[in-house]
T-cell receptor, first 111, second 111 residues
Framework: DTAVSQTPKYLVTQMGNDKSIKCEQNLGHDTMYWYKQDSKKFLKIMFSYNNKELIINETVPNRFSPKSPDKAHLNLHINSLELGDSAVYFC??????????FGPGTRLTVT | RKEVEQDPGPFNVPEGATVAFNCTYSNSASQSFFWYRQDCRKEPKLLMSVYSSGNEDGRFTAQLNRASQYISLLIRDSKLSDSATYLCAVMTASGTYKYIFGTGTRLKVLA
């Protein structure tokens, strides 16, 4: 009975490739997020969508493009992957202004 | 100065000990506060929200000090299973709801 799910869990790919990560939540939340957690364990917000509308877009290379087809789904597409993109990407969801619930993470390794 | 700061630790404590962590934040307009627990290679999981009057959940007590701009987490009677990284999160509402996480405090409970 997964609340926030992400696929894939692991992603190993070469530099220059394009990849996508998918996220789904069944909590009925109206806001979804993408976070990046690097090797130093710092959890940094990348994007936030509220009711399919982009509301937070932090300083992220435009190789990263989020897309929210509906309130329950948020995908992240990454073009031209670079070594520095290697990290764990977490999806999260919340009701507006409330606590967040995280997905299990996607561990991306770029070689 | 970082927006949200935590002592990275590690805090090494014996089983049964009481341990406390602090988290300071710089934005006085911050509205909501949370503690998350993150196990190695797992997602952050909500431990508890922090209310203005302080709140307790079993062995865990959270406090908010708005004047000095910090939140605290107290763990009584530490268990081996409490070993994890504890992240604080601060939510600010200025147009949009934005969550900023601390880098976490690592706790090791020793037998």
């Amino acid at each position: 009975d997964t609340a926030v799910s992400q696929t894939p869990k692991y992603l190993v790919t070469q530099m220059g490739n394009d990849k996508s990560i998918k996220c789904e939540q069944n909590l009925g939340h109206d806001t979804m997020y993408w976070y990046k957690q690097d090797s130093k364990k710092f959890l940094k917000i990348m994007f936030s969508y509220n009711n399919k509308e982009l509301i937070i877009n932090e300083t992220v290379p435009n190789r990263f493009s989020p897309k929210s087809p509906d309130k329950a789904h948020l995908n992240l597409h990454i073009n031209s992957l670079e070594l520095g993109d290697s990290a764990v990407y977490f999806c999260a969801s919340s009701s507006t202004g409330r606590e967040q619930y995280f997905g299990p993470g996607t561990r991306l390794t770029v070689t | 100065r970082k927006e949200v700061e935590q002592d990275p630790g590690p805090f090494n404590v014996p089983e049964g000990a009481t341990v406390a962590f602090n988290c300071t934040y710089s934005n006085s307009a911050s509205q909501s506060f949370f503690w998350y627990r993150q196990d190695c290679r797992k997602e952050p999981k909500l431990l508890m929200s922090v209310y203005s009057s302080g709140n307790e959940d079993g062995r865990f007590t959270a406090q908010l000090n708005r004047a000095s701009q910090y939140i605290s987490l107290l763990i009584r009677d530490s268990k081996l299973s409490d070993s994890a990284t504890y992240l604080c999160a601060v939510m600010t509402a200025s147009g949009t709801y934005k969550y900023i996480f601390g880098t976490g405090t690592r706790l090791k409970v020793l037998a």
